[in-house]
T-cell receptor, first 114, second 115 residues
Framework: EAGVAQSPRYKIIEKRQSVAFWCNPI?????LYWYQQILGQGPKLLIQ????????DSQLPKDRFSAERLKGVDSTLKIQPAKLEDSAVYLC????????????FGDGTRLSIL | AQKITQTQPGMFVQEKEAVTLDCTYD???????LFWYKQPSSGEMIFLIY??????QNATEGRYSLNFQKARKSANLVISASQLGDSAMYFC????????????FGQGTRLTINP
């Protein structure tokens, strides 16, 4: 079974520029998550999708971050404009629908803001 | 709100020894799940083991076992017969059973296995 795919692997941009990340979950996984992991910390949820609907986006900085999951499969996360504090690894995860199904993570996108 | 505390920033262990990574949690939810993930230097998060709050027995997966003490609100990870490849960051996490099942992570413990 193919794992969660993310791209790009690395991205370097200047502050105030925009950037987008892509995620393809494990086939058949209804739930998709985007996490932000700042260096030295555990991941923090940004947004959770169930199929193509948003379940939780309470910690998403909506003035600059946006995410969508068209057709309930692939997802994109966008930052516009980027700030220095957005430097982090952005992890995508997916899980089957059901009680406490383990989340399977992609390799992440490491974002550096200059 | 849910909270995970991992008090060991770093652990150093000799190869083939057993190691225990500490995790305590706080939640007001009556039912919840506890997870351990491994993050090697390459960055991916690898699921290791899961324990439901309602499970009577401690979870085991190969060399990994979870020492779940509900009254103490602790969910320690035990790795038996450690190997050099076990060197990584280890994260404890929890989620609700009902509703949005986001993972709340601790700060992590960096485990180094010495030959």
């Amino acid at each position: 079974e193919a794992g969660v795919a993310q791209s790009p692997r690395y991205k370097i941009i200047e502050k105030r520029q925009s950037v987008a990340f892509w995620c393809n979950p494990i086939s058949g996984h209804a739930t998709l998550y985007w996490y932000q992991q700042i260096l030295g910390q555990g991941p923090k949820l940004l947004i959770q999708f169930q199929n193509n609907g948003v379940v939780d986006d309470s910690q998403l900085p909506k003035d600059r971050f946006s995410a969508e999951r068209l057709k309930g499969v692939d997802s994109t996360l966008k930052i516009q404009p980027a700030k220095l504090e957005d430097s982090a690894v952005y992890l995508c995860a997916s899980s089957s629908f059901g009680v406490n199904q383990p989340q399977h993570f992609g390799d992440g996108t490491r974002l550096s803001i200059l | 709100a849910q909270k995970i505390t991992q008090t060991q920033p770093g652990m150093f262990v000799q190869e083939k020894e057993a190691v225990t990574l500490d995790c305590t949690y706080d939640t007001s939810d009556p039912s919840y799940g506890l997870f351990w993930y491994k993050q090697p230097s390459s960055g991916e998060m690898i699921f290791l083991i899961y324990q439901g709050s309602y499970d009577q027995q401690n979870a085991t997966e190969g060399r990994y076992s979870l020492n779940f003490q509900k009254a103490r609100k602790s969910a320690n990870l035990v790795i038996s017969a450690s190997q050099l490849g076990d060197s990584a960051m280890y994260f404890c996490a929890m989620s609700r059973i009902q509703g949005a099942q986001k993972l709340v992570f601790g700060q992590g413990t960096r485990l180094t296995i010495n030959p």
